[in-house]
């Protein structure tokens, strides 16, 4: 079943005398506004140039395969796992890992769904990466398991109380709440600590040499990644749950609010950039895609930005409010919502190119891995589903 919804048109830039847009399907950047053609007027008559390129991403060449395509999604299996998932699925790149409000843990093979091991623990929340799975309980309590077996490597009381999911950063984990604590990932030492109060209210972002976070009354918080140090503040006008989304490029910010904004923000000290006003909150980082930066916002509708100066590039609408950020797999975005559909979008113009519905409602952020994708639902099992194009060739 695929979904229609209005496209807002993005108006590409002005050309300058003389000049021609290149046309789409010829030049690979005319989407993005190319004017490599020039037009040649003499006594009246036009005359157009192809146009030329020296580069290889420009106008002539080879036209790029197409992205695998995304819809129709295949059911692949259903797994019962007896109890509601907590938080969001994780994996390491091999397996898939799930746990329950009991605090069993689940590993789980991406391709059956068979069940490889489980694991009695208590209620928290999972990070994983090929050093381990992380553990991160109420309580502060931070154990790693053995990834293939679920065996325990090391357990350390943090003393950072909270419910935020564990951050794999390099070779340390970063443990977020009632303060924020940096782990060595081998160990469990406690590199740092540095309670805070209010508290943390969004999954610390690793940007360098820098670590953000926000905070419940509004503040976001550069800190120091080596120390821990505060090195500065940027107030908003409520908590922020969001993490940001890292620009490298720019050396800056995307942050989506809950007081209904979407802010750029330098890096180094923190000073505003460009803002868009959105129509309700945002609660999930959004992602970084060429040229555009998109966020869901419980407006239920899908934003993208021109990263560079805010303007619009297109928005879509959601056919109810987000469960979690969006995703990119080639060229689709990919938005799971309240109560059962996964929504997807062509990331170039916005227009809707299909919708999974699930069987029940669903209790996770969808997790992409290997061409598969995957969900926790209400009804107490894990699902996984297969992209059309995955295992194809790309079309040329």
């Not at 805070?196 to 999954?203: G, K, L, M, Q, V």
């Not at 689709?332 to 299909?354: P, Q, R, W, Y």
């Not at 409602?361 to 891995?369: E, N, V």
Request: proline share 6%.
């Amino acid at each position: 079943m695929s979904i229609q919804g209005p496209l807002a048109v993005r108006t590409p830039p002005v050309a300058s005398q003389g000049q021609l847009p290149c046309e789409p399907g010829v030049c690979a950047r005319a989407e993005a506004g190319c004017y490599s053609a020039r037009a040649v007027r003499s006594s009246g008559a036009a005359v157009t140039i192809l146009c030329l390129s020296l580069t290889s991403n420009g106008c002539g060449g080879v036209r790029p395969p197409a992205a695998p395509a995304v819809f129709p999604l295949k059911a692949l299996w259903t797994t019962p796992v007896g109890d509601f998932i907590e938080g969001s699925l994780a994996t390491d790149g091999r397996r898939l890992f799930a746990i329950t409000r009991a605090g069993v843990v689940r590993a789980l093979e991406p391709a059956t769904g068979e069940i490889l091991w489980q694991s009695d623990q208590r209620t928290g929340a999972l990070a994983a990466g090929e050093a381990g799975l992380v553990v991160r309980l109420v309580d502060g309590t931070v154990r790693c398991l053995a990834a293939a077996k679920g065996t325990l490597r090391w357990e350390t009381a943090s003393g950072i109380v909270g419910d935020l999911p564990p951050v794999l950063d390099g070779d340390r984990v970063l443990i977020a709440g009632k303060g924020l604590a940096a782990l060595d990932l081998a160990t469990g030492r406690v590199l740092w600590s540095a309670p805070t109060d209010p508290t943390i209210t969004s999954a610390p972002l690793s940007a360098g040499s820098r670590l953000l976070a926000g905070e419940e009354d509004g503040t976001l918080r550069c800190r120091d990644r080596a120390s821990g140090v505060s090195l500065w503040t940027l107030r908003t006008r409520s908590a922020l749950l969001a993490t940001p989304v890292f620009d490298p490029e720019r050396r800056r910010l995307y942050v989506g609010t809950t007081d209904r904004r979407i802010l750029a923000i330098g890096l180094e000290k923190g000073q505003r950039g460009w803002t868009w006003k959105v129509g309700a909150d945002i609660d999930s980082p959004g992602i970084i895609q060429e040229h555009r930066v998109l966020f869901a916002s419980f407006d239920a509708v899908l934003y993208a930005l021109n990263r560079g100066n805010g303007n619009l590039v297109w928005r879509a609408p959601l056919p109810s409010r987000p469960i979690s950020g969006p995703l990119v797999s080639g060229s689709t975005v990919l938005v799971a919502c309240h109560e059962s559909d996964v929504i997807g979008f062509d990331l170039k113009t916005g227009k809707a190119v299909g919708n999974l519905r699930t069987s029940a409602r669903i209790g996770t952020a969808p997790l992409l891995l290997g061409g598969r994708l995957f969900l926790g639902l209400r009804d107490k099992s894990v699902v996984g589903f297969e992209l059309a194009g995955f295992g194809t060739e790309p079309a040329r």
